[in-house]
T-cell receptor
Framework: QSALTQPASVSGSPGQSITISCTGA?????????VSWYQQHPGKTPKLMIY???SRPSGVSNRFSGSKSGNTASLTISGLQAEDEADYYC??????????FGTGTKVTVL | EVQLVESGGGLVKPGGSLRLSCAAS????????MNWVRQAPGKGLEWVSS????????YYADSVKGRFTISRDNAKNSLYLQMSSLRAEDTAMYYC??????????WGQGTLATVPS
């Protein structure tokens, strides 16, 4: 149950697009289309941003999009805004009927 | 509105026990699997345990297997986590979280468990 691998930090200027990667294995990310992404502001509860690799919950901005290729999933934030500055975590269902989270990525808006 | 309210956290000595509770409202609790996820201070998210809607299927992270027990009372719309043989590395905010269609979608505000080293 090793954590999924994410970059520690990603930054971008307002209006730019950034992409966060999430690398796992065939037993989790690569084996299922059950990858989710969460946004967490300091001191706050995680918020679901993307589920089932690329689906957006109601109320989440369409500036957030997800994709997957092989064992790596990605979250793209387009038109970066100051409010997007937060920690982001990926998560995947696993072959052991458990969940595994990513190591987390701090997004900084320059 | 989905609401998940955790309680039961606190300061406990190494080797001690703690029972966390989660009161659910705003949805049909008995229809959903539920999870516990924790976050150590300044660290990332770690999945801890899950329980199916009926309680028939239960899973644990290797890090807590044999020490933690998840349970639920659908009549009381409540989820529990009994934690024993606690260690310093169990210090974390513990979140109760709902699972819908293989997605953890709603989270509570969390309850903090502290085990000093």
């Amino acid at each position: 149950q090793s954590a999924l691998t994410q970059p520690a930090s990603v930054s971008g200027s307002p209006g730019q697009s950034i992409t966060i990667s999430c690398t796992g294995a065939s037993s989790d990310v690569g084996g299922y289309n059950y990858v989710s992404w969460y946004q967490q502001h300091p001191g706050k509860t995680p918020k679901l941003m993307i589920y089932d690799v690329s689906s957006r919950p109601s109320g989440v901005s369409n500036r957030f999009s997800g994709s997957k290729s092989g064992n790596t999933a990605s979250l793209t934030i387009s038109g970066l805004q100051a409010e997007d500055e937060a920690d982001y975590y990926c998560s995947s269902y696993t072959s052991s009927n458990t969940y595994v989270f990513g190591t987390g990525t701090k997004v900084t808006v320059l | 509105e989905v609401q998940l309210v955790e309680s039961g956290g606190g300061l406990v000595k190494p080797g001690g026990s703690l029972r966390l509770s989660c009161a659910a409202s705003g949805f049909t609790f008995s229809s959903y699997s539920m999870n516990w996820v924790r976050q150590a201070p300044g660290k990332g998210l770690e999945w801890v345990s899950s329980i199916s809607s009926s309680g028939s299927y239960i899973y644990y992270a290797d890090s807590v297997k044999g020490r933690f027990t998840i349970s639920r009372d659908n009549a009381k719309n409540s989820l529990y986590l009994q934690m024993s043989s606690l260690r310093a590395e169990d210090t974390a905010m513990y979140y109760c979280a709902r699972e819908a269609s293989v997605t953890i979608d709603y989270w509570g505000q969390g309850t903090l468990a502290t085990v000093p080293s």
